[in-house]
């Protein structure tokens, strides 16, 4: 059986199965910096972050900063080759023009 442990700082990982077909090839953590265009009242609104390596098939995590009341993290998916699409939706009657955030991101290699 492989050693499989995570201690501060290291992460070892061998053979470890999500499912009966899908093995852990790696994973990864780091941040990306959006600017969010003006979101509409009632709208959801987009940006994108690199993740150098994400495929279709693999898992991200994404977590959100503080955002302006209103404002919600409405999720985030691996939409291309190392691009990973953060979601939010304004909840507000107002337009609301976040600016640039940074998220953090925790990427699960799969493939």
């Known amino acids: 059986m492989a050693d499989n442990r995570l201690t501060?700082?290291?992460a070892l990982l061998g053979g470890v199965q999500i499912d009966a077909t899908s093995e852990v090839k790696g994973i990864s953590y780091g941040t990306g910096a959006i600017d969010l265009d003006s979101v509409a009242a009632g709208e959801t609104g987009s940006g994108t972050i690199t993740v150098t390596g994400a495929a279709a098939g693999d898992i991200v995590v994404v977590n959100p900063p503080a955002l302006t009341t209103g404002l919600g993290f409405a999720g985030?998916?691996?939409t291309?080759?190392?691009t990973v699409?953060?979601?939010v939706v304004n909840a507000s009657a107002a337009p609301i023009d976040e600016g640039e955030v940074t998220f953090k991101?925790?990427?699960v290699d799969l493939t």
């Open 8 to 10: 501060r700082g290291t």
């Open 76 to 78: 985030a998916a691996i």
């Open 80 to 82: 291309g080759a190392n």
């Open 85 to 87: 699409t953060v979601y």
């Open 105 to 107: 991101y925790l990427w």
